[in-house]
């Protein structure tokens, strides 16, 4: 026969609480990455600043892209970067490469 | 200078990979396969769901050995708008004895990291750390791979490319069209941890049964993609993924549009009490049917994401596209191998047992499906933002005389839908998305 919640190991109430919902950065944290010295990414600076929608500032579902304090520059933080390549799909003033190898992240679930 | 040969080399440790490579080890040949992560399943991702009819054929009754999550024995597809969820749920005890309707949620860190094990133990090498940036041509032939290691040139017989969604070396090598929003949907995932007694209970399972519930309509804003909620074994998987051309015109950042689901008040209930371990990112390929290369050439045969290999329809499968794909190149090399011929004709029995199967049928008969919901948008919006609506109102309870809740109903589709238009979508939907 099967436990009933009273004899269960578990404490129910435990998890009858709301979701507690993680900022990114700390999602971020809970990934395992290598840093490389060098960035796997590049981006075209002169084609980001004619882009009106500045897409790579949104698009990113790591937002590894950072607009500079004078609105200028696009900063690559590719630390970051989990590694989806959706940059360049959206913008091809960003050229993403495959990190050296063992570099980068490394899922625990995946 | 002598570089390392081998009679194949596999670009990527992914699910056609590995099934090429222990195709491959079986039949006796010399087989490397490169892979850019740590270890094989490192920088793998998906969804959550394994749809597993080649891998049985592979490695029977793999459920009793391998690191598999849950069996799904429930699943359900829902249209929310902000308040209200309509769902269509399928439960059968059908699904809940072997072959489990050939669906399992699993975890690809976990699964292929198992299953490159077992390429292995068949005889494939398998080497880590190591990110293959081009091919090697010789005479117009793919003759083998250059890797970012010093003197890490391989060349090969042949090499499959099994690159994954983000398919920087075929496309730079002409072997595939571009990659673009509109071919390309990017997904995030969050994994969230309860113990298997709370998604048991939660989610009405059993033992290992799983659930696996798709969203669409006001889960992804009206956007070409959808939300879903996966069960493992003791931790869930929730995510939402979009067609990149609706993420850049709608301007929405996607761990944004994650976090609004996640709050939904049909949706939060069932995440109660999980705490996020682990957030990824991945492309998906959505190529049609219509713009797929041939992919094959003198040389490399394409499988998997980087092919473009999934079903883009409500079916939603790529897991058992990728593993037959390895499985279709593994055997025409084989084919071309009793011939010594790797040239284009002599891998061309590739694209043969693709067309000749399952996975062109289906790739085929949904070709236009990423392109109907672009182009019909009230598909993915006001349709079931309506459907919904309409629902709800024919079973909200205020006293009202039914006969004059359907009146107003009525009126309310007479108003919203323009008849010939529906009709004209209805007859094409029929035909490129069922």
């Given at each position: ?85 959706t940059?360049?799909v959206a ?20 | ?46 969804g ?29 597809w829902?249209t ?85 969604a983000?398919a ?8 595939r069209p571009p990659m673009s929003p509109t071919n390309r949907v990017n997904a ?26 798709e969203y669409f309509g006001?889960a992804v804003k009206g956007m070409v993609g959808s939300a879903f ?11 939402v993924g979009c067609l990149i051309e609706d993420l850049l015109n709608t301007?929405t950042?996607l ?27 991945k492309m998906i390929p959505e190529d049609s049917y219509d713009d797929l290369s ?11 994401d980087c092919a473009g290999l999934v079903n883009p329809s409500i079916h939603h499968e790529g897991?058992?596209l ?37 996975v062109m049928k289906d790739l085929a008969h949904y070709r236009d499906a990423v392109h109907f919901l672009r182009t019909n948008r009230e598909f993915v919006d006001?349709y079931q ?40 979508q209805m007859w094409r939907a029929r035909k490129t998305l069922m």
């Amino acid at each position: 026969m099967r436990e009933t919640g009273a004899e269960m190991a578990i404490d129910v109430k435990e998890y009858l609480r709301p979701h507690v919902g993680l900022s990114l950065a700390e999602r971020l944290d809970l990934v395992r990455r290598r840093f490389a010295d060098e960035s796997h990414i590049e981006v075209d600076q002169e084609a980001f600043r004619s882009d009106p929608d500045r897409a790579v500032l949104f698009i990113c579902p790591a937002q590894v892209f950072k607009l500079s304090e004078d609105g200028a520059t696009c900063i690559v933080n590719y630390e970051d970067c989990l590694e989806c390549g959706t940059c360049q799909v959206a913008r091809r003033y960003t050229t993403w490469r495959n990190p050296k190898g063992g570099y980068g992240v490394t899922y625990r679930y995946g | 200078m002598s570089s390392e040969r081998f009679e194949v080399v596999i670009v990527g440790a992914g699910l056609s990979g590995i099934a090429a490579a222990l195709t491959l080890a079986r039949a006796e040949v010399e087989v490397l396969v490169i892979e850019r992560g740590d270890f094989p399943g490192a920088k793998n991702l998906f969804g959550g769901i394994l749809y597993s009819g080649v891998l049985a054929e592979l490695i029977p009754e793999f459920w009793k050995a391998a690191p598999i999550e849950r069996h799904i024995v429930n699943r359900r597809w829902v249209t929310l708008n902000e308040e209200t969820q309509v769902a269509l749920d399928l439960k059968s005890a059908k699904f809940d004895v072997p072959p489990f309707n050939n669906t399992f949620t699993a975890l690809r860190s976990k699964f292929d990291r198992w299953f490159a094990a077992q390429a292995e133990a068949a005889g494939a090498f398998i080497i880590n750390e190591t990110t293959v940036e081009e091919l090697i041509i010789e005479n117009g032939n793919v003759a083998g791979v250059r890797t970012g290691r010093d003197d890490g040139d391989v060349l090969a017989d042949c090499v499959i490319l099994a690159e994954g969604a983000n398919a920087l070396i075929g496309e730079a090598a002409g072997l595939r069209p571009p990659m673009s929003p509109t071919n390309r949907v990017n997904a995030v995932k969050e994994v969230l941890a309860l113990p298997p007694e709370i998604i048991e209970d939660r989610f009405h399972l059993e033992g290992n049964q799983g659930a696996a519930i798709e969203y669409f309509g006001g889960a992804v804003k009206g956007m070409v993609g959808s939300a879903f909620i996966y069960t493992n074994k003791d931790s869930i998987s929730v995510g939402v993924g979009c067609l990149i051309e609706d993420l850049l015109n709608t301007k929405t950042a996607l761990y944004e549009l994650l976090d609004d689901f996640k709050a939904h008040p049909a949706v939060a209930p069932l995440l109660r009490g999980g705490e996020t371990v682990e957030y990824s990112t991945k492309m998906i390929p959505e190529d049609s049917y219509d713009d797929l290369s041939d992919l094959y050439a003198a040389g490399i045969m394409l499988v998997g994401d980087c092919a473009g290999l999934v079903n883009p329809s409500i079916h939603h499968e790529g897991t058992n596209l990728a593993m037959a794909s390895g499985v279709f190149a593994a055997e025409a090399f084989l084919e071309a191998r009793e011939k010594k011929d790797f040239s284009r004709r002599g891998l061309a029995s590739y694209r043969r047992r693709l067309d000749d199967s399952w996975v062109m049928k289906d790739l085929a008969h949904y070709r236009d499906a990423v392109h109907f919901l672009r182009t019909n948008r009230e598909f993915v919006d006001d349709y079931q933002r309506l459907a919904v609506e309409l629902v709800r109102d024919y079973f909200t309870v205020d006293d009202t005389p039914k006969a004059e809740v359907r009146k107003r109903l009525i009126r309310r589709v007479r108003d919203e839908v323009a008849f010939l238009r529906l009709a004209r979508q209805m007859w094409r939907a029929r035909k490129t998305l069922m």
